[in-house]
Each structure stands twice: as structure tokens, then as C-alpha cells.
């Protein structure tokens, strides 16, 4: 047992490492103490004949360096003391370094590296280190290919995002819904939508489709400036899909939300009526988004009564929500209740933006009048 403040051998090393990689030093200096220090003393109630280190050892503590490096896991184990530091451990350079000496490097800290730069924005670069793990040998696996389609998504790159198109290929993961998805997706963003319809038809085929192929084909369709081909899709949708898929309470709300822009598009306010009526029955039109995108499809279509009552019975409100009446009403000629909305907004302090300034400039415009502020 430990007496007093005395730390454990191994948290002490913890400690010991923990403050090298916080004071800027790289991983080097933390393999070379690793590489100096005894196995007794990780282990000092069985110490062996032979002191020495182990190389597996060396490959453990490796290991656990990139762990701290990565998601700093060392601030859990060694408690909240030092916890404030655990942002300056994020050095991808030093991970990089160690990762590239491992073989095979673990993927699963390539993931977090990629993920990562993804997360900062850091698009590009984390294509390249998808180059890199290929090159020290390492192959993606099903969650690589979802990160690198995501980034050739929102660059977005259609040249690079076909390429792994190939490797999805190539790797065997045709099969898989996750990466498949993926890849719609990124074709979607990217604009090429009959790249996208062609991966959804091959999901389908291939009876690996769920909820959030069919929801991420309408949104491209919508996006794309397609929505009658949303509305179709999105028939075909409740009787291919099975029923427990829409169990799923935010999967049904992704689904409204996709579809009632196809419909405001189309003013198509037949179906948008019968998507409200889903969306009361479901429970669903409490939520926000739910909400707002039905006030947009009744304003859409010249409804504004309907917009108005979605509006008076909604719980929850914002900016978008007083946004969608304004415009409503400022687009269908009610510039009067427009501006009786809009001095409502100033009234309960609401954050006016360019959308809201936007639609009073056009009723004022369309009235020949000066704006007011």
C-alpha cells in the first residue's frame, strides 16, 4: 500500500511523462526515459532476475504516449491537477513520429489524428495523413473512409472523393452501410448527384439501406433543385423502409426537415399538410426544426393563416421561427402584420439579423416607403 502523498510506480512515471510532453519536449526524450527505466520499476512487488528492459515494454509505453499526445487520457488517470494542460498535449507532429515508427501502427490512433484535423478544420491535411498510414502500411477501416469522405465533402473534391470511391472498392467495403453512406453523402455535397442516385440504387440492391440513406438521397434531391424527385423518393420511403426504422424519433425529425423544403419548392401544400398531420400524430411538432420548416412551407404557399397558427401554438421559438413570418407576411402581401411582427421582435429584444432587415427592406420597397429604424 501507498502511504502518505507517495505515488504508485507507475503513476509516478505517469506523472514524470505527463509533465515531458506538457513542457514541449518531443516523444524522443519520453522513449529514451522508457527505454532507461527498469521493468521493476513498473513492477516492484515481482521484480525479474534480469532488469533490463523489454522491448515490449518499450512498444507499450510507445503506445501509451500516443494516447497521451492524442485525447491527453493521462489528466483522467492522475487526476484533475492537471487537467488544464491536457490542451497542449494535442502535437501531431509528435504523434505523427511515433506512429510512423510502429509496425503496424495501431489505425485506431490514425482515426483520432484525422478526425481530429477534421474537426479544426483542417481538411486537407487530413487527406494527407490518409496518404501517410497507407504509406507506413497501415489499411483504413470502416471508420478512415467515412472521416476522409467527410473532409472531400465539405472541401469539397470531387476528384479526391471519387478516388476513394475506388478504395471503398477495392477494401471490401461495398457492404457496409456506414462508408456507403458516406459516400453518397459526399457526393451530394460535392453536386453530383448522379453519382450519388447511382451509390443509393447500388445500397438498395444491395438491401443494406436504412433511414439515413434514403434522408440523405431527399436532401440532395432538395438541394440539388430536384424536389419533385425529393417528394417521389420520399413516398417510396415509408413502404421500403421498414417500420422500427422510424422508431427513432430524431430519424423522423432528419426526415420532415429533408422533405417540407421539396414541397415549399413545389407548393405543394396537399403534401405538406399531410407531413403536418405526421408530425402532430408522431409527437414530432414540438421540435424546433420540425416546427420552423412547416411555417416556411404554409408561408411558401401563400397560407399564412396555417403559418400562423404553427406559430402561436409553437412552445419554443427563435429567431428563424419570426424570421419565416416576417418574410411570410411580407411576401404575400401582408406588409402590415409584417411590421406588427417585426416591432414585436424589438419589443421582446430578438436578435434581428440580415434575413429579418431583408424582408422588411422588400415590403418597404414594394410600398415605395423609407425603412424605418
Not at 175 to 182: L, R
Request: glycine content about 6%; charged content about 20%; some cysteine.
Amino acid at each position: 500500500m501507498v502511504e502518505g502523498n507517495k505515488k504508485k510506480p507507475i503513476t509516478a512515471f505517469l506523472h514524470c511523462s505527463f509533465r515531458i510532453l506538457c513542457s514541449g519536449l518531443c516523444t524522443t526524450t519520453f522513449c529514451v526515459l522508457a527505454e532507461r527505466m527498469p521493468v521493476a520499476f513498473l513492477h516492484p512487488s515481482n521484480p525479474p532476475a534480469n532488469p533490463r528492459p523489454r522491448p515490449s515494454l518499450i512498444i507499450t509505453v510507445t503506445t501509451i504516449t500516443i494516447f497521451i499526445i492524442i485525447i491527453g487520457i493521462v489528466a483522467v488517470i492522475i487526476g484533475n491537477e492537471h487537467r488544464s494542460l491536457v490542451p497542449r498535449l494535442r502535437r501531431p507532429v509528435d504523434a505523427l513520429s511515433v506512429l510512423e515508427r510502429l509496425s503496424p501502427s495501431p489505425v485506431l490512433w490514425w482515426n483520432l489524428l484525422i478526425r481530429q484535423d477534421i474537426t479544426d478544420g483542417r481538411l486537407d491535411h487530413s487527406l494527407s495523413l490518409l496518404r501517410r498510414m497507407q504509406l507506413v502500411g497501415t489499411r483504413p477501416d470502416h471508420f478512415t473512409l467515412p472521416f476522409a469522405l467527410k473532409a472531400c465533402g465539405e472541401l469539397p473534391s470531387y476528384r479526391r472523393g471519387s478516388s476513394l470511391h475506388g478504395m471503398v472498392c477495392t477494401n471490401g467495403f461495398k457492404s457496409n452501410v456506414f462508408v456507403c453512406n458516406s459516400l453518397l453523402a459526399m457526393y451530394a455535397r460535392c453536386g453530383a448527384l448522379d453519382e450519388a442516385r447511382r451509390v443509393f440504387n447500388e445500397i438498395v440492391v444491395g438491401g443494406i439501406d436504412d433511414l439515413i440513406s434514403w434522408n440523405s438521397m431527399v436532401a440532395a434531391f432538395v438541394k440539388g433543385g430536384n424536389p419533385r424527385l425529393a417528394l417521389e423518393l420520399f413516398a417510396d420511403m415509408a413502404s421500403k423502409i421498414p417500420n422500427k426504422a422510424f422508431e427513432n424519433r430524431r430519424s423522423d425529425v432528419i426526415s420532415l426537415v429533408n422533405i417540407l423544403p421539396a414541397c415549399a419548392s413545389l407548393r405543394a401544400y396537399t403534401q405538406a399538410k399531410e407531413i403536418h398531420g405526421y408530425a402532430i400524430r408522431n409527437l414530432l411538432f414540438s421540435d424546433i426544426f420540425v416546427g420552423n420548416a412547416i411555417i416556411d412551407v404554409y408561408a411558401k404557399c401563400g397560407v399564412m393563416e396555417g403559418a400562423c397558427k404553427v406559430f402561436n401554438t409553437m412552445e419554443v421559438k427563435d429567431v428563424v421561427s419570426w424570421n419565416a413570418m416576417v418574410t411570410g407576411y411580407s411576401q404575400n402581401g401582408n406588409f402590415d402584420d409584417a411590421l406588427e411582427l417585426f416591432e414585436k421582435m424589438r419589443e421582446d429584444n430578438i436578435a434581428l439579423n440580415v434575413v429579418t432587415w431583408s424582408a422588411m427592406i422588400a415590403g418597404y420597397a414594394q410600398r415605395g416607403m423609407a425603412v424605418r429604424r
